[in-house]
């Protein structure tokens, strides 16, 4: 696929190209691919949360080599420095100047592994590159290459050694996603298929940086009616009236929302909005944005029984005759 054969359905084409590749290697996780080509398609960033064990690295890998782009790999532990992500500058004495070396930030795709690993001041490292798309260091400011996202993965905070990602941080993955563990065929299938060789060594690239960026402007194309708007706007605000919540979903909410469910049409060749792509996104766009009342915690409530209680009761909007 080129930027040159552009067509009425080049999204919802381009990511039936990448379904199937990644297939080769992850087992079960469409859905999962799925939202993680809506982010491709927004660029916006992703949090994979579940077990060790689960794919998520795998995944990331797999669609990372899908594409033709730039790819760095972090490694979240403990003793990890801000300078080990972003890069630092250092005085070359045989050239008599400083020089920038440029960290793994500086990539098309980033993955931050077991993110929640490092300690908070690490983990702010990226709060300007994950919003800007621009790193700061010494005083002297570099953009980053586009497109531009970061897949973090993070394992339960009840397990040791991990650091719980500050709300900040956590507002500005566009995404927040749960594997869970496959079915027995599906674990069938994995044990098959990775026990005399690894698929993702084998896996080539499908588009380019360039396809991509073709992709992310034709997605944004897709049309949302005023009605569509304000019934996702509705859903948003609901959050922050909820009588459980402490801290409802930010405009920033709203904003992922309409991109992502735009994006999400797109890649099923509809070429406008409807309320069946908000609802599909609702629960990977609010939940992780919600900060409940202690007491609503203690009575069991969660984030995604909220989720759905806010979808319950925002009317749906009705599309005119």
């Known amino acids: 696929?080129?930027?040159?054969?552009?067509?009425?359905?080049?999204?919802?084409?381009?990511?039936?190209?990448?379904?199937?590749?990644?297939?080769q290697v992850v087992v079960g996780q469409d859905t999962a691919?799925?939202?993680?080509?809506?982010?491709?398609?927004?660029?916006?960033?992703?949090?994979?949360?579940?077990?060790?064990?689960?794919?998520?690295?795998?995944?990331?890998?797999?669609?990372?080599?899908?594409?033709?782009?730039?790819?760095?790999?972090?490694?979240?532990?403990?003793?990890?420095l801000p300078t080990d992500i972003t890069g630092l500058t250092f005085f070359n004495q045989q050239r008599s100047e400083f020089i920038f070396r440029p960290g793994p930030i500086f990539a098309n795709i980033v993955l931050a592994d077991e993110l929640n690993r490092a300690t908070p001041r690490t983990q702010s490292a990226l709060l300007e590159a994950m919003q800007e798309r621009t790193v700061t260091i010494d005083g002297q400011t570099h953009t980053l290459a586009r497109p531009f996202l970061v897949l973090a993965t993070q394992n339960p905070v009840e397990l040791a050694g991990t650091y719980p990602l500050p709300e900040a941080q956590l507002d500005r993955f566009l995404l927040r996603l749960r594997l869970g563990y496959p079915s027995?065929?599906?674990?069938?299938?994995?044990?098959?298929?990775?026990?005399?060789?690894?698929?993702?060594?084998?896996?080539?690239?499908?588009?380019?940086?360039?396809?991509?960026?073709?992709?992310?402007?034709?997605?944004?194309?897709?049309?949302?009616?005023?009605?569509?708007?304000?019934?996702?706007?509705?859903l948003v605000r609901a959050t922050r009236e909820h009588e459980s919540v402490e801290l409802g979903a930010s405009p920033r909410a709203s904003l992922a929302l309409a991109q992502s469910a735009r994006a999400l049409a797109a890649i099923r060749g509809e070429t406008y909005v409807l309320p069946d792509h908000v609802q599909a996104l609702?629960?990977?766009?609010?939940?992780?944005?919600?900060?409940?009342?202690?007491?609503?915690?203690?009575?069991g409530h969660t984030s995604t029984t909220i989720v759905s209680d806010v979808l319950k009761s925002v009317p749906v909007p009705v599309e005119e005759s």
Request: with cysteine; aromatic share 2%; hydrophobic share 50%.
């Open 184 to 234: 027995a065929a599906n674990e069938a299938a994995i044990v098959d298929r990775f026990t005399t060789s690894n698929p993702l060594s084998t896996l080539k690239p499908v588009c380019s940086a360039a396809d991509v960026q073709a992709m992310i402007a034709e997605a944004a194309q897709t049309h949302l009616s005023p009605a569509i708007r304000d019934y996702l706007i509705a």
């Open 33 to 80: 691919v799925d939202l993680l080509l809506v982010a491709l398609l927004c660029e916006g960033h992703v949090l994979l949360e579940d077990v060790p064990g689960i794919g998520k690295t795998t995944l990331i890998h797999a669609l990372a080599r899908s594409i033709d782009s730039s790819f760095r790999r972090i490694q979240s532990t403990p003793d990890l």
């Open 1 to 23: 696929m080129t930027v040159a054969t552009l067509t009425s359905t080049a999204v919802q084409t381009w990511a039936d190209t990448i379904r199937t590749h990644v297939a």
């Open 282 to 299: 609702a629960p990977a766009v609010l939940e992780h944005r919600l900060i409940l009342h202690p007491e609503a915690r203690l009575l």
